[in-house]
């Protein structure tokens, strides 16, 4: 795992520099019908049936799902979730009607640790070989056995600059957590709220998975005084665009889509650190439609989809070419295209093992019950 983690955290410098972005590593590629180039016999087939999805609201091009089922002929059904958490409980919970589940980083490794998901092996899918050199060999599956990589990005602040000008003064994690400004938002993520409080309070990118109870007590101590609208992951882009929200934690991504609608928008890269994370496409044991999972997981391996994604989206992606069809916006927006005196904060999100989880969930959950 060592080795593994320092290959992601070299990602994660690779993917603070435009250079990333705008660099296309060629590969395979799907034909303009959307079949599969290069694909062998014993890649399945199926023009027929269903294939069920379990993502994130808001984070999948619906117009890509209709092109997929008139290339393939295969159904898309598409069912939603607010954190990997979320996620992982439905999977725990026994559920077997997910075909492909989108979690990130860490998440997958939660679940390949408990038996949740099933090997692919996507390197050997016919487009496979689309996969960034950057996107193999990371922590949470090395090999790429379980998961193929969806979209990439950080999580830090969004602003309205012109509708609450006080955003000037929100530097750090701290200033974020106790300006206490009207109309602020924070995402219901437990991961994301107390690492944030964690950096703010003092401790280290490097110990963000620490078991000292101390510095547990420290961030439920800042977080006591925090008392922003705690939101799913969906409406948050909607909330900034029609103004009920003017600050709010928000992934990188969601805040380029908001800035396509309120040109006052800003990412703020806290001044003690953020994560960055990447979201990857897997099969859940019990899937009931696993073909019909491999051959839409191989549809989007093609840059052209990859891109439409990203394009949707406002995130980057996993797949080797794609920036040839990616929109100029996205390019030269700096929430996307890390500035280069903002690459040291950038760090992997937490992968921490069980003890530090629980400590997670137990600042999160009590911060969560003094909000009513």
């Given at each position: 795992m060592g080795s593994n983690k320092r290959r992601f955290a070299?990602?994660?410098?690779?993917?603070a520099t435009a250079t990333m972005l705008l660099s296309a590593c060629?590969?395979?590629?799907?034909?303009?019908?959307?079949?599969?180039?290069?694909?062998?016999?014993?890649?399945?087939?199926?023009?027929?049936?269903?294939?069920?999805?379990?993502?994130?609201?808001?984070?999948?091009?619906?117009?890509q799902l209709t092109q997929f089922t008139t290339d393939t002929g295969i159904k898309v059904i598409l069912d939603t979730f607010d954190s990997n958490e979320?996620?992982?409980a439905k999977l725990q919970s026994g559920a077997t009607g997910y075909d492909v589940v989108f979690p990130s980083d860490y998440m997958v490794k939660q679940m390949i640790e408990l038996n949740l998901l099933q090997k692919i092996d996507a390197t050997t899918f016919p487009n496979g070989g689309n996969i960034k050199d950057t996107m193999l060999g990371v922590y949470w599956d090395g090999q790429r056995e379980y998961s193929a990589p969806w979209m990439y990005g950080t999580t830090g602040i969004a602003c309205n600059t012109t509708a609450e000008p006080k955003c000037a003064d929100i530097k750090s994690w701290k200033d974020w957590f106790t300006i206490g400004l009207p109309k602020m938002d924070s995402l219901k993520d437990q991961t994301e709220v107390v690492s944030a409080a964690l950096r703010a309070t003092g401790t280290a990118k490097e110990d963000l998975c620490s078991?000292?109870?101390?510095?547990?007590?420290?961030?439920?101590?800042?977080?006591?005084?925090?008392?922003?609208?705690?939101?799913d992951s969906d409406s948050g882009i909607e909330r900034v665009i029609?103004?009920?929200?003017?600050?709010?934690?928000?992934?990188?991504?969601?805040?380029?889509?908001?800035?396509?609608?309120?040109?006052?928008?800003e990412y703020i890269y806290p001044s003690e650190g953020l994560n960055f994370w990447a979201d990857n496409m897997v099969v859940p044991v019990g899937a009931p439609n696993v073909d019909n999972a491999k051959i839409f997981i191989n549809?989007?391996?093609?840059?052209?989809?990859?891109?439409?994604?990203s394009n949707f989206t406002g995130y980057d992606n996993g797949v080797a070419g794609s920036d040839a069809f990616m929109d100029d916006s996205l390019k030269n927006d700096p929430a996307v295209v890390v500035p280069a005196d903002k690459t040291s904060l950038i760090s992997p999100t937490p992968a921490c093992d069980q003890e530090a989880r629980d400590l997670y969930t137990q600042v999160f959950t009590t911060w969560l019950g003094e909000q009513s």
């Open positions: 070299s990602l994660v410098a690779v993917a060629g590969g395979s590629s799907d034909d303009a019908s959307g079949t599969p180039t290069g694909s062998t016999a014993a890649f399945p087939t199926s023009g027929t049936g269903e294939v069920h999805l379990y993502n994130w609201t808001d984070y999948i091009d619906p117009e979320t996620a992982l078991t000292d109870k101390a510095k547990y007590a420290a961030a439920q101590e800042l977080l006591k005084g925090f008392k922003p609208a705690v939101i029609a103004g009920t929200s003017n600050v709010r934690q928000a992934w990188n991504g969601s805040t380029h889509r908001m800035k396509e609608k309120v040109p006052g928008v549809w989007m391996l093609d840059p052209a989809h990859a891109a439409a994604e």
